[in-house]
Nanobody
Framework: QVQLVESGGGLVQPGGSLRLSCAAS????????MGWYRQAPGKQRELVAT???????NYTDSVKGRFTISRDNAKNTVSLQMNSLKPEDTGVYYC??????????????WGQGTQVTVSS
């Protein structure tokens, strides 16, 4: 069984910073793409940033230059450094990872989500 656990959310003022972390645990043989998604109240879940196994990154336009995604393959973790936060960044942030588990098949796993609130 594979689990993703996020941490690092919270309340921050506009212009502030937060760092989200996500750790994958369980029977993991390989990890491919990892990423962060968010869902604001009343809106659909959207992609924030992804990082491939080769460290190729992709960002949604609204966070380019402010957010940085990184990963540690040895620890099966992915992080999201968020700077210059804006109220529109508020939402529940979810970690996602494509993992080959004990049955040697690829599957997408999601974390439980962590709340990020940007407000003065």
């Amino acid at each position: 069984q594979v689990q993703l656990v996020e941490s690092g959310g919270g309340l921050v003022q506009p212009g502030g910073s937060l760092r989200l972390s996500c750790a994958a645990s369980g029977s993991i043989f390989r990890t491919n793409s990892m990423g962060w998604y968010r869902q604001a109240p009343g809106k659909q879940r959207e992609l924030v940033a992804t990082i491939s196994a080769e460290d190729t990154t992709n960002y949604t336009d609204s966070v380019k230059g402010r957010f940085t995604i990184s990963r540690d393959n040895a620890k099966n973790t992915v992080s999201l450094q968020m700077n210059s936060l804006k109220p529109e960044d508020t939402g529940v942030y979810y970690c996602k990872a494509q993992i080959m588990g004990a049955r040697f098949s690829w599957k997408d796993y999601w974390g439980q989500g962590t709340q990020v609130t940007v407000s003065s």
